[in-house]
């Protein structure tokens, strides 16, 4: 693999600001964003795990969806379109991001979640600003079922919808937490679960309101803690376990092969 900035990956999952404004949600009308053509790439270029960013940089609707979410207004939408935006633009933008590069890892592009602005919502953005300001102060820990980051342990791709926005990260959980690669395995009496309930511990058991600081160390310290936020996904046999571990994030390109 080439060689990664493990510390701009600390940065980004351990660092990251753990205070974010509420969003609001005033829906003032106006074009809605249309998300079929990210799904009809996803359809085609990725089986939700791997990707083949060969077709993703061959796609001119691609890049005029990318467009859209550069010129687009979400703040002005109702919730659920905002939140199917936010992450729908992360997971793009981050495709878009690898797909430029010849890389092993994302973390071989020199801040790829820290320093590399991307136009979106009017305004440019890193990734890091997408999923900390705008996808986590919706303050529903589902998104971390959601954001993709373009590497081997993320939860699987797909495009969401305002529409069904909430089943749909549902979904998205439990199709994680049913594989034993990435997302939730047992391991003798104790149950192994993605990191990210490490990293975000306390948004999946917050103390106040998400994202809670205190939650995040009383997680890292007291890892049950993260139990009852996972446990309505875990497949049947895995629930019983009390025991809580992790299962170290790969971050291998999720590239097809």
Known sequence: MAQVDLIAALRSRVMAPRRVAAPRFPDHGGDRVDHRPLKVLLQ???????????QVRASSEFREY???????????????????FWINAYNANAMAVVAEHDVASILAIRGAFTDLRVDVGRSRMTLDEIEHAKARRFGDPGVHFALNCASV??????????????QEMDENARRYLEDELRGARADGDRLRLAMVFRWFAGDFAPIGRMPSLLGSVLGTLRPGRVLPAARPYLPASLRRL???????????LNARR
Not at 44 to 54: E, L, N, P, Q
Not at 72 to 82: K, Y
Request: glycine share 6%; charged share 25%.
């Open 66 to 84: 990318l467009a859209t979410l550069a010129s687009a207004d979400p703040d002005s939408r109702a919730r659920d379109e905002q939140l199917a």
């Open 44 to 54: 085609a270029a990725s089986d939700g795990w791997t990707v083949d960013y060969a």
């Open 242 to 252: 009390s025991k809580v571990g992790f299962i170290e994030w790969d971050w291998t």
């Open 153 to 166: 342990g993320c939860p699987p791709l797909r495009a969401y919808s305002a529409e069904a926005i909430e």
